[in-house]
């Protein structure tokens, strides 16, 4: 199993940016994707971006161009840097890991606010 923990999350005007870190520990076997979500009140938790384990990236149409997903595979660290944040980005993110051979691990959460 993996452990995750999410940090970097907290409060921003519009406009301005803040980077996400997931730490994972544990076993690193077989995990082929790794990904952001988030979830605002009162709706359902989306995918924001994920790396595949051959580097292959993916985002939702509303972050394209203002969010950057990456990872450090000696830390086994996946980072999520986001830039020109809108009110509409604050929710609580996500990471998640998907392993072939231990199903899907979630972190905490950590809560990002973007004051307007």
């Known amino acids: 199993q993996v452990q995750l923990v999410e940090s970097g999350g907290g409060l921003v005007q519009a406009g301005g940016s803040l980077r996400l870190s997931c730490d994972a520990s544990?076993?690193?076997?077989?995990?082929?994707?790794m990904a952001w979500y988030r979830q605002a009140p009162g709706k359902q938790r989306e995918l924001v971006a994920s790396?595949?384990?051959?580097?292959?990236?993916n985002y939702v149409d509303s972050v394209k161009g203002r969010f950057t997903i990456s990872r450090d595979n000696a830390k086994n660290t996946v980072y999520l840097q986001m830039n020109s944040l809108k009110p509409e980005d604050a929710a609580v993110y996500y990471c998640?890991?998907?392993?072939?051979?231990?199903?899907?691990?979630w972190g905490q959460g950590t809560q990002v606010t973007v004051s307007s």
């Open positions: 998640n890991f998907g392993s072939t051979l231990y199903g899907s691990s």
């Open positions: 544990g076993s690193m076997f077989g995990i082929n994707l």
């Open positions: 790396i595949t384990s051959g580097g292959r990236t």
